[in-house]
């Protein structure tokens, strides 16, 4: 291994190259079959109402545990995912297992789904999106679309009207790690979003770092002014936590109030009961 020769060859960079490429063929190829051999599955993260501490939904997490490779990060799958195009089949399954499990809960509260930058290459994210909340037969108020700023900056025409027409759909639009990236505040007008969410390298910096806390002050300004609710996300400290609050944060999430967990335990721990579910005919 490079690292423990030190000043290795350029041979030892090269066999680990070989290793580093090897790897990701494997990860490549075993994901492609992933969902239909049954080893994905969503996790759900609460989102909190900042004025009163209620939950208000749940945030829906891809995850992929593969027999040999064992769990593997959404940080190491969803890039390969988005660079070989399987996140539209990944994305899709993620949609409407997040809408069945939804729909299955008699809260009433929403769930929010990542769509990446790459399904908005495919107009037919819509009729997607559509079929899902018909098939589960959840509200279409309950679903809020997470989307990157990635996602604006190919084919602006085509993804504002697709963003036009989700909307129509009654689904929820929310900024999704704001901030950072290829962010303009132009995209907050040009584009019909419902909410903002800021990053979390914001969150985790505003203890320490003076301008961090000063970014967060100004998107939670920004969205009151453009009458939009602001999330902060990766909430992990009582600091940060008494920090977004005095800025005026709309809503919170994050581990220090709760962290992601699977559709049973949250059935438990919330005390939600299933409701007989929507069964699509024929
Ligand atoms: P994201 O959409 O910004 O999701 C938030 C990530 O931050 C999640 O990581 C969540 O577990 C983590 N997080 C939330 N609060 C805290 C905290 O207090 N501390 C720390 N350390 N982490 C916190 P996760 O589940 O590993 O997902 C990472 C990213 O992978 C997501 O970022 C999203 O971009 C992507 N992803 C996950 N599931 C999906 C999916 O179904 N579809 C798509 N397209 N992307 C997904
Ligand atoms: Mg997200
Ligand atoms: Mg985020
Ligand atoms: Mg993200």
Known sequence: NAKFNGRGTAAFYSADMDADLRQRRLVESELRHAALRDQLSLVFQPLFDASNGTCTGYEALMRWHHPDLGQVSPATFIPVAEETGIIVTLGEWALREACRTAASWDDGLAVAVNVSAVQFRF?????????????????????????TETSLIENRETVLAMLQKLRALGVMIVIDDFGTGYSSLGNLQAFPFDKIKIDRSFIWQMEEDESARAIVKAIIGLGKSLDLPVVAEGIETFGQHRMVIEEGIEQLQGFLLGKPKSAGEVEVLSGIRRVPTFRKRG
Do not use: K, N, Q
């Open 123 to 147: 107009p037919d994210l819509v009729d997607t999106v559509s079929s899902a909340l018909t098939d589960s037969g959840l509200e279409p108020h309950r679903l809020e679309l997470e989307i």
